[in-house]
């Protein structure tokens, strides 16, 4: 087989792990459904860093392949190149970890074959958006995985739970909306579909009125699914009611390729990216930055608490990326990376709580440190490196963009930033509080730590968190480095794909 | 075709429908096969496909139509829908990239013409057609269930 | 010009029932009317004045065909919607068995 076929590979897995975890689900028992959904995710992870190494070799740092054999711009293209390889790398490896937890975290569950096709399905979608080069076909991805997670959000079945999930529908439908709407005005104004091509047109038009109007729709819809701070509404409520997993899934990827990363690929590659458009991500990600940490503080449901950090953290990642030079754009890249580790830790952590204990509350939790000695110590790195203490990776991306923040001279943004790093410091030193340290309590004393699976990749994913900071070595830095070009170069995006076709 | 007399709507609903349905799902197989090669194709046909059966949940009720296609066979044949494009799609690898059409492709304007899409748009009914009857089975399952509590 | 208006009319009216009724019904018409507005919208945008139908004919040769395109992504846009409205309808009817009501106001157990 061709090696460049590995990119519509991508797509293919989880599709068709889907749908046959669907039929094949009801028949064998747990056990045969657990190594069905986990070689998947080992098959994708391999994959994706396949994908790092052929990108290397190929002709313009760019994985392009024609679907169907039609070239662009008649045909769909998926196109990848260090950004989606970057973006590849993360997703399907926390996918893997979440894969693993979820196999003994979904014993209690009873209808779990289920649980694994829309995993999937949630799946799909991410990595569709990723690899597509056709602006229709992201939106079709887009809707796939978020229409896995309203219905993911809603596994439990109970009264909250479909609470939140009839709200996140709602409201992110709505924001899917928006996003259609400016993907017509963008097809009226350029007859075309394929992202390349429509940059080039973008590029050579003197049209004042149609780039402000669809960035308007653009940041309304993207940003809803990023949860930036006026359209967040949703998260606090969808994002603690899923299952742990789910959550952290949610809260790891999904609102990172969702909205940050289509947002990028959108504004630098296709729109033309503008100080206007710098200027409103700088103020979205330092207002998100601020409330979202200002509302963690007051609460005492964990997952809830971990719910708004999400918002807080996104704040910091379209700050980075809003600064515009290529360190902001490196800090931006690299938290992303971190906090896609690091929360989905924590929420693994809330979810092994959960597991062992039955509760989410802070106030009736106190001492787990004696028994369940494994989540409190990945639990301590996981706080340590979202509250920026020096050896954990937290720690690089948040210096990376306070630098660049005093480096571009914008000074309350990096006052802010600050901060907003104090406050997270003093809200997970309540949750190390209350949770682990303290007094045993009565009620916990025949807790037992969680199962083997789900200790396996709590610890994994702390040893990434410890050895994160070492991707700023030179030897390692090209891989955030390259996506930092295709971001900072973002014309070139459309020249290399249409140059590749012409050929 | 046996039931309660009591379920569902009027002996002259009933009476029409047992004459409209046959012809409603074969109009909706003759949508399916001409796809190609006229308006149509695998979703409006997968649709009136879908519409007969609900049309028989309707007058009969939901007893008599899950009898026909129960909700467990109905989601396993939405799942190898998908599965059956998805491999169509995949075969594609053999003519050289994914979704090459790699069968024949004959003559415009004949049934058996355009080589792979014939085959996707039975893929796309099969999907459609038991998947939207799917959810409405269930859905009406939903609203039974409530009524027992 | 004016069918455009008509779109954003309609628009606007899906907007007003999302956001200002209490009841979920209401609130998932409204969703609704949005995403037919936006299918009404995209599918405008390929017409052009006298277009024909874009299907190639056996006996004639067609010239003056709408752009096809839009057609394509609507259906899409369609097919999702309606997995979108199927989704939120189970969920509807089920938040009814626990709460026992329709109206938003009185669904409030998440708070915070």
Known sequence: MNSINVVPLFVIIPLFSAFFISIVGKFVKRNAVYALSVIPCILLSFFSFNALRLLQSAPG????????????????CMAVDAFGVFMLVVVNLVALFICIYSTGYMEKYTDMPKFFTLFFLMLTGMNGLIVTGDLFNLFVF??????????????????????????????????????????AFLYGFTSTLNMADMARVLATSHSVFIIPFVSALFIMGFGLKAALVP??????????????????????????????????????????????????????????????VVLALSQWDLKRLLAYHSISQIGYVVLGIGIGTPLGIFGGLFHLLNHSVFKSLLFLNSGAIDYSVGTRDLKHMSGLKEKMPITAGTNMIASM????????????SKLIIIFACVQAGYFGYCLIAIVGSILTLASFMKVQRYAFLGELRQACQNVKEAPFVMKFSMIALAVICVLGGFLLLPSLRPFINNAVDVLIEGAKYSAIILGETAK | MRHNPDAGMSIIV??????TVGLILLFGIYIVLHGHISPGGGFAGGVIIALSFVHLMLAFGKDVA????????????EAVGALMFLLIAVAGFFGGSFFVNILEKGTPFKLFSAGTMLLNNVAISLKVGVGLFAIFLALVILEGSKKKK | MMIYLLCLILFCIGLYGVLRKRNIVKIIVGLGIIEYSMNLFFVLLGYRTHGR??????TENVLNMVDPLPQAVVLTSIVISLAVTALVISIA???????????????KRLKG
């Open chain 3, 53 to 58: 139908s874009p299907i190639e004919a056996r």
């Open chain 1, 385 to 396: 490196s979202i509250a920026g203490i020096p050896p954990f990776n937290g720690f690089f």
């Open chain 1, 142 to 183: 887009l809707e796939i995985a978020s229409v896995a997670s309203y219905a993911l959000v809603a596994f439990g079945t109970e009264a909250e739970e479909l609470e939140a999930a009839f709200k996140y529908a709602i409201m992110g439908s709505v924001a899917s909306c928006f996003i259609f709407l400016g993907i």
């Open chain 3, 93 to 107: 009817i089920r938040i009814y068995e626990y709460y026992g009501t329709f109206d938003i106001t009185k669904i």
């Open chain 1, 61 to 76: 740092h760019m994985l392009l392949y024609k679907i169907g054999g039609w070239a662009p711009p008649f045909g769909i």
């Open chain 1, 231 to 292: 359209f967040h509404a949703w998260l606090p409520d969808a994002h603690p009611s899923a299952p742990a997993s789910i959550s952290a899934m949610l809260s790891g990827v999904l609102i990172k390729t969702l909205g940050v990363y289509a947002l990028a690929r959108i504004f630098f590659n296709v729109l033309g990216i503008t100080a206007t458009h710098l200027a409103v991500f700088r103020f979205l990600g330092a207002i998100s930055l601020v409330i979202g």
């Open chain 2, 14 to 19: 009933k009476t029409v429908t047992r004459l």
């Open chain 2, 66 to 77: 899950s009898r026909k296609l129960s909700k467990n066979i109905a989601s396993n044949l």
